[in-house]
């Protein structure tokens, strides 16, 4: 049962982190965890998107509440980054969400989102889509 809960743990974590501008990666320990055989692959799959999502909440914060650091050096995203995110954003929209899952423009697009005001409830909604598709196709290629 410990270890059980320390496997959900640890993927919610490592879920979180990797939604931030923290380097951190959650598809490999989700992909071991599922060979393990040992979990419930959908409540991985729950649990992994819930630590996802609100990690991008985090960023989507940090663009909502504290854009006027964007260029103070402990800024976690890059004025270059910032700027291509907000141009990719700007030209897409509030869609260019639904690429939130992709790593190196998924993170930027976030805290884009925050910056340009994205509401947080179309945010979360297509964030959610994103991310747990992503968990949903990962999974299924590991069951296969």
């Given at each position: 049962?410990?270890?059980?809960?320390?496997?959900?743990?640890?993927?919610?974590?490592?879920?979180?982190?990797?939604?931030?501008?923290?380097p951190a990666q959650?598809?490999?320990?989700?992909?071991?965890?599922?060979?393990?055989?040992?979990?419930?692959?959908?409540?991985?799959?729950?649990?992994?998107?819930?630590?996802?999502?609100?990690?991008?909440?985090?960023?989507?914060?940090?663009?909502?509440?504290?854009?006027?650091?964007?260029?103070?050096?402990?800024?976690?995203?890059?004025?270059?980054?910032?700027?291509?995110?907000?141009?990719?954003?700007?030209?897409?929209?509030?869609?260019?969400?639904?690429?939130?899952?992709?790593?190196?423009?998924?993170?930027?697009?976030?805290?884009?989102?925050?910056?340009?005001?994205?509401?947080?409830?179309?945010?979360?909604?297509?964030?959610?889509?994103?991310?747990?598709?992503?968990?949903?196709?990962?999974?299924?290629?590991?069951?296969?």
């Amino acid at each position: 049962m410990m270890s059980e809960l320390t496997g959900y743990g640890g993927l919610f974590l490592a879920a979180f982190v990797a939604a931030t501008i923290l380097p951190a990666q959650s598809e490999a320990l989700l992909t071991w965890l599922i060979l393990t055989g040992n979990y419930s692959v959908a409540l991985l799959v729950v649990v992994a998107s819930i630590g996802n999502v609100l990690g991008s909440v985090v960023n989507w914060g940090l663009g909502r509440f504290v854009e006027r650091f964007r260029d103070a050096r402990w800024f976690p995203v890059s004025p270059a980054q910032l700027a291509r995110a907000e141009r990719w954003y700007e030209r897409y929209g509030i869609w260019s969400l639904l690429l939130s899952w992709v790593p190196i423009i998924g993170d930027p697009i976030t805290v884009a989102a925050g910056v340009l005001r994205a509401p947080l409830l179309t945010f979360l909604a297509l964030v959610t889509l994103a991310k747990t598709g992503r968990y949903i196709v990962l999974a299924w290629l590991v069951v296969g």
